[in-house]
């Protein structure tokens, strides 16, 4: 006598992880969409990820955000890092929207810190300045999601370098 046990168990497995796939994927598209509505009614660009590779004195940044891209007129122009006290330590330019792109991650460096160095990065929008939504912290300690106000060394928006144009 056969026996289908094997079979059905196999078929309730398969539904259930189709079933568990479909629930992740609609999931995953409600947490992007959460991140978007967070960036976009401010028009604020918004840094959700940092990772670090390099050497003391020399690190390379990639830095990820989102923002509301909508062409040269509405676009996140740059994300930078800044010391504690307000000071720039690096920017890096972004030379052109991301419409198509969200959320985006884009490398930058050398960054001149010690591993120690405790920084915020932050990303800037052309039109309406800088995003609360940062990620701060050390390369020794690592570097986790905070807030800050939109107005921490907000003269920092006309410090060199400065974006000279947008191509796309």
């Not at 056969?2 to 992740?24: E, G, M, N």
């Not at 991140?35 to 940044?61: C, I, R």
């Not at 929207?97 to 929008?125: C, K, L, W």
Request: hydrophobic share 35%.
């Amino acid at each position: 006598m056969r026996t289908f046990i094997p079979f059905t168990s196999l078929l309730v497995a398969c539904l259930f992880l189709c079933c568990s796939t479909d629930k992740l994927a609609t999931e995953m598209e409600e947490a992007a969409s959460e991140l978007a509505d967070k960036a976009s009614p401010q028009g604020l660009p918004q840094v959700t990820d940092v990772s670090v590779t390099g050497n003391e004195n020399a690190y390379t940044f990639s830095v990820t955000i989102i923002s509301p891209d909508t062409g040269c007129d509405q676009y996140a122009d740059w994300w930078e890092v800044v010391d504690t006290d307000g000071n720039l330590v690096y920017r890096r330019i972004l030379t052109h929207s991301h419409v198509e792109e969200q959320p985006f991650t884009r490398s930058g460096g050398p960054v001149d810190i010690s591993e120690n160095t405790a920084v915020y990065i932050r990303a800037h929008m052309n039109n309406s300045g800088y995003g609360t939504a940062v990620f701060q912290g050390s390369v020794a300690d690592g570097f986790t999601a905070g807030r800050l106000g939109t107005d921490f060394a907000e003269e920092l928006e006309s410090t060199e370098p400065l974006p000279d144009g947008c191509a796309f």
